[in-house]
């Protein structure tokens, strides 16, 4: 059953995404990011160049004919990602074949529509019977791991 790994409060959701993509690929796990929304694939496209300052984290377009061997993919076309090691959700509804991915991870930002919407996906994936492991982002997201084992 899909692992559910939800981090609330954060400040910069896609700050908090680029963080845990590097936490995922250093534990050897391949991700996709969920995003139905353009705009933030073009900003993650820029800010997964830039992350970190020592070097960047490989991505590409789900569309894009390297998909199959980039560790890290942006879009909404799930049924063309091949793995189904993490997905990372940064919509406000549940992605469509999330119960198909090992781990689902969840940000939740500091804003009141953000937290609401949130909320709904938490209790529904409770409900659902999925484990779910939280974390609060008060301390540094270093400190968070994807999975305790």
């Known amino acids: 059953m899909t692992q559910i790994y939800f981090y609330s409060g954060s400040a910069d959701k896609?700050?908090?995404?680029?963080?845990?993509c590097t936490k995922a690929l250093e534990q050897g796990f391949k991700v996709m990011i969920y995003t139905l929304d353009?705009?933030?694939v073009e900003q993650l496209n820029r800010l997964l160049w830039t992350f970190s300052?020592?070097?960047?984290?490989?991505h590409c377009h789900t569309t894009d004919?390297?998909?199959d061997v980039t560790?890290?993919?942006?879009?909404c076309n799930i049924e063309q990602v091949a793995h189904n090691d993490v997905l990372l959700n940064l919509?406000?509804?549940?992605?469509?074949s999330f119960d198909r991915f090992q781990r689902l991870i969840e940000i939740a930002g500091t804003d009141e529509h953000d937290r609401m919407a949130a909320r709904k996906r938490f209790h529904f994936y409770r409900k659902a019977g999925y484990e779910i492991h939280h974390h609060k982002l008060?301390?540094?997201i270093s400190e968070c791991?994807?999975?305790?084992g």
């Open 71 to 75: 560790p890290v993919l942006l879009g």
């Open 14 to 20: 896609l700050h908090t995404a680029c963080r845990l």
């Open 65 to 67: 004919e390297l998909a």
């Open 145 to 148: 791991y994807l999975y305790s």
């Open 38 to 40: 353009a705009e933030i």
């Open 53 to 58: 300052p020592t070097g960047f984290i490989p």
């Open 138 to 140: 008060e301390r540094k």
């Open 91 to 96: 919509h406000d509804e549940l992605p469509p």
